[in-house]
């Protein structure tokens, strides 16, 4: 089992539609992050949590430390949103693990 | 503020030969880390280098190797290279080890024939 679960795998959502990605996670951990990833691989770091809650504009990401879960919910989704999202989880020093990435298209 | 400088973005090589990729981080960054993309296993990570130390290793066999110079730029090679090198090699800089936000670079995409 990895130490870092995403899902869905793939979503599909129509322009407009809220949606949401779940990380599980298994260690205990020092801080979490979402990055994203657009086609042609560039990787942005879109939030790091180590407790309750965080806003950037259409992108909200949660965190429950003691579920070992997070959740990222974009709101009116649009289609410059499809892009590869992947969770990773860190604990003081050591490296990054990552999840597999949830694949989002979002169709106008 | 310049963001992290990979090069090259992309290479081709073929079996047995080695390779250099070169990662220049943001200005003030000290850490830099190394991270290998494939469909198949998704990010691993490689090393991360910290004023010139190596800090941390993933499991990667040997081959695989980096370095970091006083001005923070950083380097990774892999020798004797294997068709399963292919893959995106990505490096991120940060301020410091720990928790920190990571920046990352555009990648080095190397196919290995």
């Known amino acids: 089992k990895n130490e870092v679960e995403q899902s869905p795998q793939n979503l599909t959502a129509q322009e407009g539609e809220f949606i949401t990605i779940n990380c599980s996670y298994s260690?205990?951990?020092?801080?979490l992050h979402w990055l994203q990833q657009h086609p042609g691989g560039g990787i942005v770091s879109l939030f790091m949590?180590?407790?309750g809650k965080k806003k950037h504009g259409r992108l909200i990401a949660t965190i429950n430390i003691q579920e070992k879960h997070s959740s990222l919910h974009i709101t009116a989704s649009h289609p410059r949103d499809s892009a590869v999202y992947i969770c990773?989880?860190?604990?003081?020093?050591?490296?990054?693990?990552f999840g597999k990435g949830t694949r989002l298209s979002v169709i106008a | 503020k310049a963001g992290v400088t990979q090069t090259p973005r992309y290479l081709i090589k073929t079996r047995g030969q080695q390779v250099t990729l070169s990662c220049s981080p943001i200005s003030g960054h000290r850490s830099v880390s190394w991270y290998q993309q494939t469909p198949g296993q998704g990010l691993q990570f490689l090393f991360e280098?910290?004023?010139?130390?190596?800090?941390n290793k993933g499991n990667f066999p040997g081959r695989f190797s980096g370095r970091q110079f006083s001005n923070s730029r950083s380097e990774m090679n892999v020798s004797t290279l294997e068709l399963g090198d292919s893959a995106l090699y990505l490096c991120?800089?940060?301020?410091?080890?720990?928790?920190?936000?990571?920046?990352f670079g555009a990648g080095s995409r190397l196919t290995v024939l």
């Open positions: 990773a989880v860190s604990k003081g020093n050591t490296p990054l693990v």
């Open positions: 260690v205990g951990i020092s801080a």
């Open positions: 991120a800089s940060r301020q410091a080890t720990g928790a920190n936000v990571l920046t």
């Open positions: 949590l180590s407790s």
């Open positions: 280098y910290f004023s010139e130390t190596q800090r």
